[in-house]
């Protein structure tokens, strides 16, 4: 297989202009697998192989694509049930199984090959390895598609979550934190990234007025939005909405963020149908276009970001993704930011300018109508805090809400375009798509 390195896909420098391949490239298809809170380790229906499985042949029957016509797959080798590379993909010392399994693959672990081999795809021509997260696996399969890398690619993304295993190993399971991480590591869970994403939230509320408490409209109605999507973890596991009295006195997981402003690890998977515009013309759903990709990974100036730091990085993301569509913050109509954090929302609400939102206005936002009918529905997808830590609810919802699919999360507003990501403020990507190519 190819290495993800082999072609120059990422859009990750500034004044780069409009994409070249704005509206040429289309998501066809998508499919969902359930979304469980765990994988038991016993029912073989339900690992991460299997939902992976289902996902894609419900993205190639949405598209009415067979399993020949697919000539890519890009599929994330390291992601959060990880095989390979980082803390988060070594949960616990392996193997995890008892023979007959000799291997984690089609149970906690999918990859490209695996999925060529077991269903059978005999026309893939691209299948990169070392693919990074989905918020710049969704920019690789559009670079590729643009530049006739292949034709027909499928984006698979899956999650898993076993009980007792989740970031336990690799560092996280030594005894000491060295170098730069002992200043980080003990205040957080898995890298310090709770501790780092509280310190600018905590710059934030000082520099601009209010107090955390002032993410609880915001928080709740990720909630009510995850009750309108039938196949989130929130609406399939009679999860009850919850109320400010809830929010407040939720417990701590590191003061002041609360258990409910944390997305909920799950088992699931999700795949997404890339093509040609033309090609998708003659598919049996309707396209969506992509209108630009971008990617970041912006380097700390000492081992602590602070506000100033995350404010340039989201002003620079929001620069990059508006020139590269030739768009601007008053042309996005669906927006779809990453709230794996809800301390981090605001940051890409602000730097985005969304509804006129400018620095240090979130929190009014926030207090004001941003339900899904009404004039400001952000986040209308519930993103993972409604929907468990999919990574993906951002991307569906956005397909569907310019397709008018979107149920009863339908927005009132116009729908045409739509800006959607996985990424933290440091590192990640977005996606811009459009209802028509133009």
Known sequence: MTSSNDFRWRRDTDGLGVWEHRGKVAI???????????????????????????????????????????????CCDSHIAGGSGGSASQWAPRPYFDPPYDTEYGLTLVNAQWLINTMGFKNVRFAPTGVPTIGEMMGMASQAVGDGVCNTCLVIYPTGNLEGRYRRGGENADDYARGARQWTVPWGNHGGNDFINIFPHNQYCLKYGGEHDDLAPFVINQHKNGMLT????????????????????????????????????????AAYLFTTAERARDMKSQPVYVLNHSQHNFRFRTTQPDLDEVEMWTDRQAARMYEGAGLGPADVDIFNPYDGYSIMTQFFLEGFQWHGVKRGDAFAFYAGDISVKGPHPFSSSGGNLGNGRTRTAMYTDSIEQLRGTAGDRQVTVRAETALCAFTTPSSGGWLMLGKHPS
């Open 230 to 269: 039938p196949w989130g973890f929130n609406y399939n596991n009679g999860i009850e909405p919850i109320s400010v009295e809830d929010y407040r006195t939720s417990r701590y997981i590191l003061n002041p963020l609360r258990i409910w402003d944390c997305d909920r690890p799950v088992n699931a998977s």
């Open 28 to 74: 066809a298809g998508y499919g969902h697998s359930p979304v469980d809170r765990r994988w038991d380790g016993v029912n073989l229906d339900a690992t991460v192989g299997a939902y992976t499985m289902l996902a894609i042949e419900r993205a190639l029957e949405q598209a009415g694509v067979t399993i020949d016509q697919v000539d890519g797959i890009v």
